[in-house]
């Protein structure tokens, strides 16, 4: 939900018989049926978690429908904790356009509301009014639109304070903890025995969003949004035991801090290394990054990655940030097919935000994502649609463009860029 509009030229042009999906069709209202289905599907994948959960609920008591719940996201057992969580009352829940991918139908049936990601869209707060006012039901979302790279919070939309103003309804944050761990999305086809916790609480009444202005709303809901899956690791004494703990890290911590190189880190088992200059990590039973000789710049993982961030902050701001490439580019301009376009050029920096720039069909194209067009970006590791491939996508009001970087690197990179010049944008007033 970005309320910035889309700064577009020449979207790509498909053949006349590519199938599109609307975008702006109602929810469907949850039925007993689907209500008993979601409740057997949850009971039958909650004992996969070896090691059990648990969901403590604060100040929920006799709070009925409907209200907005926020929930975090770290990977898909996200689902069957959400949905017991609101039991027995019934919900609808916001999801990408790429996960309707081959299960529309039970999407749709299940009463899930289609949208792109990081994109304006008007029909989603037409299906939240329709959902709280309408149904009178539960309107669940996560909002931060992406799984945690790190195992803590990722930008949220200011819009969320307008959703809640508008209805006027009660606000609750569902946090996951352990959920990351089990499978961080650095690593999310490897599993770790650890124990799933959430904490399901009301932070604003009817009330309290009655009486305070959408920017006070916003900031109540970032406080409480608040999470860490290390520390909350290391608080609890988690030891995570598996010899490939550390596999795949790399991933999103890029740089490395003894001699600043990017892009040549690499993990394996327990370790992480940098080619460059063959300092090694060990990944301790607790979370904890430790060097195996010398100094340990960073033993908290979000210590390391927030220390990436302030690095591509200070590149936009002294001018030197910048990125171009020549990419494998697919288009999803429905839920049904991915649709391969060739080659494209794709640069991002301060002054222009995204250009992507190609053929197809004949047809040149042009994409253009000013910086104030999108506040976050979504990245992929291990992309499953796409052959397991490491990529971001580009979003227009018409379409899903994934583009495969030549180093992969470049994505998470891309992603703290593509946040931080939206912040600096922002704070500068520039429009």
Same mark, same amino acid.
């Given at each position: 939900?970005?309320?910035?509009?889309?700064?577009?030229?020449?979207?790509?042009?498909?053949?006349?018989?590519?199938?599109?999906?609307?975008?702006?069709?109602?929810?469907?209202?949850?039925?007993?049926?689907?209500?008993?289905?979601?409740?057997?599907?949850?009971?039958?994948?909650?004992?996969?978690?070896?090691?059990?959960?648990?969901?403590?609920?604060?100040?929920?008591?006799?709070?009925?429908?409907?209200?907005?719940?926020?929930?975090?996201?770290?990977?898909?057992?996200?689902?069957?904790?959400?949905?017991?969580?609101?039991?027995?009352?019934?919900?609808?829940?916001?999801?990408?356009?790429?996960?309707?991918?081959?299960?529309?139908?039970?999407?749709?049936?299940?009463?899930?509301?289609?949208?792109?990601?990081?994109?304006?869209?008007?029909?989603?707060?037409?299906?939240?009014?329709?959902?709280?006012?309408?149904?009178?039901?539960?309107?669940?979302?996560?909002?931060?639109?992406?799984?945690?790279?790190?195992?803590?919070?990722?930008?949220?939309?200011?819009?969320?304070?307008?959703?809640?103003?508008?209805?006027?309804?009660?606000?609750?944050?569902?946090?996951?903890?352990?959920?990351?761990?089990?499978?961080?999305?650095?690593?999310?086809?490897?599993?770790?025995?650890?124990?799933?916790?959430?904490?399901?609480?009301?932070?604003?009444?009817?009330?309290?969003?009655?009486?305070?202005?959408?920017?006070?709303?916003?900031?109540?809901?970032?406080?409480?949004?608040?999470?860490?899956?290390?520390?909350?690791?290391?608080?609890?004494?988690?030891?995570?035991?598996?010899?490939?703990?550390?596999?795949?890290?790399?991933?999103?911590?890029?740089?490395?801090?003894?001699?600043?190189?990017?892009?040549?880190?690499?993990?394996?088992?327990?370790?992480?290394?940098?080619?460059?200059?063959?300092?090694?990590?060990?990944?301790?039973?607790? %979370?904890?990054?430790?060097?195996?000789?010398?100094?340990?710049?960073?033993?908290?993982?979000?210590?390391?990655?927030?220390?990436?961030?302030?690095?591509?902050?200070?590149?936009?701001?002294?001018?030197?940030?910048?990125?171009?490439?020549?990419?494998?580019?697919?288009?999803?301009?429905?839920?049904?097919?991915?649709?391969?376009?060739?080659?494209?050029?794709?640069?991002?920096?301060?002054?222009?935000?995204?250009?992507?720039?190609?053929?197809?069909? %004949?047809?040149?194209?042009?994409?253009?994502?000013?910086?104030?067009?999108?506040?976050?970006?979504?990245?992929?590791?291990?992309?499953?649609?796409?052959?397991?491939?490491?990529?971001?996508?580009?979003?227009?009001?018409?379409?899903?463009?994934?583009?495969?970087?030549?180093?992969?690197?470049?994505?998470?990179?891309?992603?703290?860029?593509?946040?931080?010049?939206?912040?600096?944008?922002?704070?500068?007033?520039?429009?």
């Amino acid at each position: 939900m970005n309320e910035n509009k889309n700064s577009l030229a020449g979207e790509i042009k498909y053949d006349d018989n590519v199938k599109r999906y609307d975008l702006s069709k109602p929810p469907v209202k949850q039925t007993k049926n689907v209500q008993r289905l979601t409740k057997l599907t949850s009971k039958a994948l909650l004992p996969l978690i070896r090691k059990g959960h648990t969901i403590e609920k604060i100040n929920m008591e006799g709070l009925e429908p409907p209200y907005i719940l926020l929930a975090n996201h770290m990977q898909f057992m996200d689902f069957p904790i959400l949905f017991e969580a609101i039991h027995p009352h019934k919900m609808n829940l916001v999801a990408a356009n790429h996960v309707y991918y081959k299960d529309y139908a039970l999407l749709e049936k299940l009463g899930c509301m289609c949208t792109r990601k990081f994109t304006a869209d008007l029909s989603l707060v037409r299906n939240c009014h329709t959902v709280l006012q309408d149904y009178g039901d539960v309107f669940a979302m996560f909002p931060e639109a992406r799984y945690s790279p790190d195992g803590t919070q990722s930008v949220l939309p200011a819009a969320i304070g307008k959703l809640a103003k508008k209805n006027k309804v009660p606000v609750v944050v569902l946090l996951n903890h352990g959920n990351f761990l089990n499978q961080p999305f650095w690593s999310h086809y490897k599993f770790r025995k650890v124990p799933f916790y959430a904490t399901m609480k009301q932070i604003l009444t009817a009330e309290d969003v009655e009486k305070l202005s959408v920017d006070e709303i916003n900031e109540v809901i970032n406080e409480e949004f608040q999470y860490d899956d290390y520390k909350w690791q290391k608080d609890n004494n988690i030891r995570i035991t598996e010899k490939y703990r550390a596999d795949g890290i790399h991933r999103i911590l890029y740089q490395c801090p003894n001699c600043m190189t990017e892009g040549k880190m690499t993990s394996s088992g327990i370790c992480l290394s940098c080619k460059e200059c063959g300092k090694k990590w060990e990944m301790t039973e607790l %979370g904890e990054m430790k060097a195996l000789e010398g100094e340990t710049e960073f033993s908290h993982v979000p210590d390391w990655y927030k220390w990436q961030r302030e690095n591509v902050r200070k590149e936009i701001l002294n001018g030197t940030y910048s990125y171009k490439d020549e990419v494998p580019v697919y288009g999803f301009p429905g839920v049904y097919k991915y649709i391969k376009l060739g080659k494209a050029k794709v640069s991002h920096d301060f002054q222009n935000g995204f250009v992507l720039t190609g053929h197809y069909n %004949g047809h040149a194209y042009r994409i253009h994502k000013p910086v104030k067009s999108l506040y976050s970006l979504h990245i992929e590791y291990q992309f499953s649609h796409l052959k397991g491939v490491d990529c971001f996508e580009l979003p227009t009001k018409q379409d899903s463009i994934y583009c495969i970087p030549t180093n992969s690197y470049i994505i998470t990179k891309l992603a703290l860029a593509t946040e931080e010049a939206y912040k600096i944008a922002n704070e500068n007033g520039r429009d």
